[in-house]
């Protein structure tokens, strides 16, 4: 029996893997106290999607780890939705803030900026490390 040598997986993948598993990790956590309701079913119903949302990010950023194609593509095209998503709320925010806030601008308002822009650059990184690795989840035949 030979065992098959598998390339080492880069460590670009293996940072996105981990933030697509923490993510869905934190939205597991949020979601799960809403089935430790009393008898409240629509608050059942409430959390039980993104409770599933949250298991498939974590199944996506474990197949990542274990090099899927299919988590692959499903990983780019949350990036691909995400960039997207950020790059309108941060030009909508960004915008209103120089056009209405100029004079008031202080440092409380650039530190607000900077959790949504290093958001922004997260997924702009990710979508590029996955489109440059893609040589690593394609078959080996």
């Known amino acids: 029996m030979e065992t098959e040598n598998t390339p080492p997986t880069p460590t670009s993948i293996v940072l996105i893997s981990i933030f697509w598993i923490l993510l869905g990790t934190f939205i597991v956590t949020i979601t799960s106290r809403y089935f430790s309701t009393p008898s409240d079913s629509y608050l ?8 599933m949302i949250g298991i498939g990010l974590i199944m996506v950023g474990w197949g990542l780890l274990t090099l899927r194609k299919w988590a692959y593509y499903t990983s780019l095209i949350f990036s691909l939705i995400g960039t997207g998503i950020l790059l309108i709320f ?13 004079e008031y601008l202080s440092i409380e308002t650039i530190y607000g900026v900077f959790i949504p822009i290093s958001f922004f650059l ?5 979508v590029k490390y996955l489109i440059k690795n893609k040589v690593y989840f394609e078959k080996k035949q």
């Open 44 to 51: 059942v119903l409430f959390g039980a999607i993104p409770f």
């Open 90 to 102: 941060n030009t909508l925010y960004l915008g209103s803030l120089i056009m209405y806030d100029w």
């Open 122 to 126: 997260t997924f702009i990184f990710m």
